[in-house]
Structure formats: C-alpha cells, structure tokens
C-alpha cells in the first residue's frame, strides 16, 4: 500500500500571507494526486486533481505542483476561509490519504 | 447537478449489522464508481473501497478487506456500506464519492455529507 506523507501537521498562516503544504508518496504515483480541504463539520472538497488542475469553481490563489513523489499546495493570499484542514490522496493505486495539514491562524 | 445522499444516523450495539445508504442523482449512475471514505472521531480520511455500479466490480483497501461490504442497486442508483457484526471501533463518520472520471484510477468529486454511525453498548 503507498504511503502518504503529509507536512506539516499543522502550519500558522496569518490571513494575506502564502501557505504551503507538502505531501510525499512512498514510490512513485505518477501525477494522480487530489489535494481536498475539509473544514469542521462538513464533508471534504475536491480543490486540486491531477497534481495541478484546479477542480471547478476553485479561486486561482490554490495551485498544485509536482509529480511522482513529491507534491505541493501552495494557497497564495490565505483569506479567512481557507482556514481549514487539508488532504492529499494518491488514486494511481487505488486510493490513500495522507494524515491531513491544518492551516491555523497565527 | 451531481448530488450523493446518504443515509441519516445510526447508533448501534456491538455486534449488530447495518447497512448505510447513497443515492446518486444527477449524471448516469452505472458510469461513475463510487467510493466510500471512513473519518474516525478526530482523525483523518480513509479510503475503504470502491464499486462499479455498472457491473459491482468492487475493490476493496487491505485495510477494510473483509471487515465491510460494498454493494450497490443501479435500479435505484443507490450504494450501499454493510457490516455484518459491528464493533465499537467502527464508530466514525462514513462518506461516500463518486469518482470524478471514468476510470477507477480518479479522485472522488462529489461527496455525500456523511452518516455518522456510533457503536456502543
């Protein structure tokens, strides 16, 4: 089963500063990778697919990188509704998740 | 537009079966998969599985091999989650998703809102 590895467990953004989140595969999954933000008491939602693409109606400030085994999630200007807790899957084998990043206010 | 109903809460005693529900509406049922994720209290996602609704091709993670039953009625674009004897560790919030393409090897866009089920005597 691959493993997905997510740093850090929790990052302090203040609002209008940039975030960046990792996600780190245990071999290579190619680029099929999902980014998801969840936020408490909802069910998660898609944000990034194929590494890169933004899933529909998704603002611009969200963008995915990377391939194989290393992968990015960088939110440009954090507003106060990306506070939330966020998830990288891999689907090139099935499907895992990894742990989760929580982004805070600092 | 795409929509994935679950089934509302249960409570449950350990040992008891129970089957949860998602119904699917909006796009051809038979051609998307559709996959279920466990949330434990607290914790992360866990991808449990997957079906096929077209034909119940069904995959299922090692992790939940065994421990659950996927299914699905294309009659009624509904899938299905089932336990057979439950424990009180099965207690988490389930969710279903479709597959958002059509291929197994696919994210999951939509998701339902979630059934939390609690096992507990």
């Known amino acids: 089963e691959i493993v997905m590895t997510q740093s850090p467990a929790t990052l302090s953004v203040s609002p209008g500063e940039r975030a960046t989140l990792s996600c780190r595969a245990s071999?290579?999954?190619?680029?099929?990778l999902a980014w998801y933000q969840q936020k408490p008491g909802q069910a998660p939602r898609l944000l990034i697919y194929g590494a890169s693409t933004r899933a529909t109606g998704i603002p611009a400030r969200f963008s995915g990188s990377g391939s194989g085994t290393e992968f990015t999630l960088t939110i440009s200007s954090l507003q106060s509704e990306d506070f939330a807790v966020y998830y990288c899957?891999?689907?090139?084998?099935?499907?895992?998740f990894g742990q989760g990043t929580k982004v805070e206010i600092k | 537009e795409v929509q994935l109903v679950q089934s509302g809460a249960e409570v449950k005693k350990p040992g008891e079966s129970l089957k949860i529900s998602c119904k699917g509406s909006?796009?051809?049922?038979?051609?998307?998969?559709i996959g279920w994720v466990r949330q434990m209290p607290g914790k992360g996602l866990e991808w449990m599985g997957i079906i096929y609704p077209g034909d119940s091709d069904t995959r299922y993670s090692p992790s939940f091999q065994g421990q659950v039953t996927i299914s699905a009625d294309k009659s009624i674009s509904t899938a299905y989650l089932q336990w057979s004897s439950l424990k009180a560790s099965d207690t988490a919030m389930y969710y279903c998703?479709?597959?958002?393409?059509?291929?197994?090897?696919?994210?999951?866009?939509?998701w339902g809102q979630g059934t939390l089920v609690t096992v507990s005597s």
């Open positions: 899957q891999q689907y090139n084998n099935w499907g895992t």
């Open positions: 909006g796009y051809s049922f038979t051609s998307y998969w």
């Open positions: 071999q290579s999954v190619s680029s099929n």
């Open positions: 998703a479709r597959l958002g393409f059509l291929d197994p090897k696919a994210w999951f866009d939509p």
